[in-house]
T-cell receptor, first 112, second 115 residues
Framework: KAGVTQTPRYLIKTRGQQVTLSCSPI?????VSWYQQTPGQGLQFLFE???????NKGNFPGRFSGRQFSNSRSEMNVSTLELGDSALYLC???????????FGPGTRLLVL | QKEVEQDPGPLSVPEGAIVSLNCTYS??????FMWYRQYSRKGPELLMY????GNKEDGRFTAQVDKSSKYISLFIRDSQPSDSATYLC???????????????FGQGTILTVHP
């Protein structure tokens, strides 16, 4: 069974731009969670989607948003990029809450 | 104070050593406990998953959970150079809407196993 895939793997943007990252979960998984990983803050939860509905959101500004499609694929969007948004963005999928989350390889975003 | 505390290390051990990694937590709602391994520039890879107090063994890895002390550990026996990575503890609550799909991670411990 294929794992979680994320595209693109690397991205360079400038301040003020916006970016969209994509995540395809493991087949059959309906829950997708997004995380931001930085050296200073570690792994922090952004939001979670299940059956196209956002069920939970972490403590991030409204510039961070996401959505999930009927095939469970998910996208996250960051608008008006800031230098501090440079990070590894990870997506994880699971069957349901309390079930194991499997992570993708991440998208490394650099904001200049 | 962070909900999950993990000694960031770094930890350097000789090949064959027993490694002990630990996390403490403050949120009593945490019910599911995981250990992930992350190699440089890769996504976290699940090593162990447990939801009850006690020990769980899988090959060279043993996960230990003590809910009364809010303390979890991962032991690696016969450590190998290929075990060199960052080890992350993670926890998930079972407390309604604010816990959906949210893992809370420790800062990660950098482990180096030298030949």
């Amino acid at each position: 069974k294929a794992g979680v895939t994320q595209t693109p793997r690397y991205l360079i943007k400038t301040r003020g731009q916006q970016v969209t990252l994509s995540c395809s979960p493991i087949s059959g998984h309906r829950s997708v969670s997004w995380y931001q990983q930085t050296p200073g803050q570690g792994l922090q939860f952004l939001f979670e989607y299940f059956s196209e509905t956002q069920r939970n959101k972490g403590n991030f500004p409204g510039r961070f948003s996401g959505r999930q499609f009927s095939n469970s694929r998910s996208e996250m969007n960051v608008s008006t990029l800031e230098l501090g948004d440079s990070a590894l963005y990870l997506c994880a999928s699971s069957l349901a809450r309390g079930e194991t989350q499997y992570f993708g390889p991440g998208t490394r975003l650099l904001v200049l | 104070q962070k909900e999950v505390e993990q000694d960031p290390g770094p930890l350097s051990v000789p090949e064959g050593a027993i490694v002990s990694l630990n996390c403490t937590y403050s949120n009593s709602a945490f019910q599911y406990f995981m250990w992930y391994r992350q190699y440089s520039r890769k996504g976290p890879e699940l090593l162990m998953y447990t939801y009850s107090s006690g020990n769980k063994e899988d090959g060279r890895f043993t996960a230990q959970v003590d809910k009364s002390s809010k303390y979890i550990s991962l032991f690696i026996r016969d450590s190998q150079p290929s075990d060199s990575a960052t080890y992350l503890c993670a926890m998930e609550a079972n407390a309604g809407g604010t816990s959906y799909g949210k893992l809370t991670f420790g800062q990660g411990t950098i482990l180096t196993v030298h030949p």
